[in-house]
């Protein structure tokens, strides 16, 4: 008797109608699957079976190895897969600008808070399993935005975007938009003061980002990022994006 298989609540799917992503949130891996394979998972996700000596067998073989199905419990709904919405090609142009741009001074409010707060996220990503870290930095996330109840102001969370991303890059660990935002939220916390963080996906060529999100749109960010799609947003959103509904909203209402 074949076992029926679904993706756990930790795994995310994306259909950018040649490819399917998915993100394993607790491990932060991520799986391509393109044509035949991206075939396959469509059907294996919607039944949860699969034919018996077929490509899909050894589909649904690999991806439980890896974590991203598991054997269905009573009841169990996976996580809609959300649809990516057609882009045209920047070929580039929208992620790198022709000038450098002008280095603001550093909030003297902000500095200190940012650079305790980046010292503390890259503390946590350092210590324990290094195949849990982006489960760990989702934890923060979580804790951030349930101290914090005072929504933060645009000018707020774009300086203290600022203030991370300055000492992040004079530091001497690895820092990039993950870190970063984590970081922000943390600060943002510390004061009472919350934003929306979100983790998507974009193509041309698939790419993963994480931002900040405020009123429903991404703060302390260049126009490119309104290419991205959240697969992940916290807090969490009241209805989740489902396949034949609308699209996935760009970051909701903090």
Do not use: K, N, Y
């Amino acid at each position: 008797m074949t076992t029926l298989l679904v993706r756990p609540p930790e795994v995310r799917a994306a259909d950018l109608g040649h490819t399917v992503v998915l993100l394993h949130a607790r491990t932060g891996t991520v799986r391509a699957l393109l044509g035949s394979q991206r075939e396959a998972f469509l059907a294996l996700d919607a039944t949860g079976t699969w034919a018996p000596g077929t490509a899909a067998e050894a589909l649904a073989a690999s991806l439980s190895s890896a974590g991203f199905l598991h054997p269905a419990q009573p009841g169990q709904v996976p996580a809609p897969i959300v649809d990516i919405p057609e882009t045209d090609a920047s070929w580039g142009t929208q992620e790198a600008p022709g000038v450098l741009p002008v280095r603001e001074p550093l909030s003297p409010a902000w500095a200190p808070i940012a650079a305790c707060a980046l010292a503390a996220v890259l503390l946590v990503r350092a210590t324990g399993r290094r195949a849990r870290a982006f489960s760990r930095m989702l934890r923060l996330v979580r804790i951030a935005a349930w101290v914090a109840r005072r929504p933060v102001r645009d000018v707020e969370a774009v300086a203290v975007l600022h203030c991370v991303r300055v000492i992040g890059g004079v530091s001497p660990f690895r820092t990039a938009c993950l870190e970063e935002t984590v970081a922000a939220m943390l600060a943002l916390a510390v004061t009472g003061r919350r934003a929306g963080w979100c983790h998507g996906i974009a193509a041309d060529p698939i790419r993963l980002h994480a931002w900040l999100r405020l009123d429903g749109r991404p703060v302390g960010e260049p126009p490119s990022t309104l290419r991205f799609t959240p697969l992940i947003q916290l807090p969490e959103p009241t209805a989740a994006p489902t396949r034949g509904h609308d699209r996935v909203a760009r970051g909701d209402s903090s």
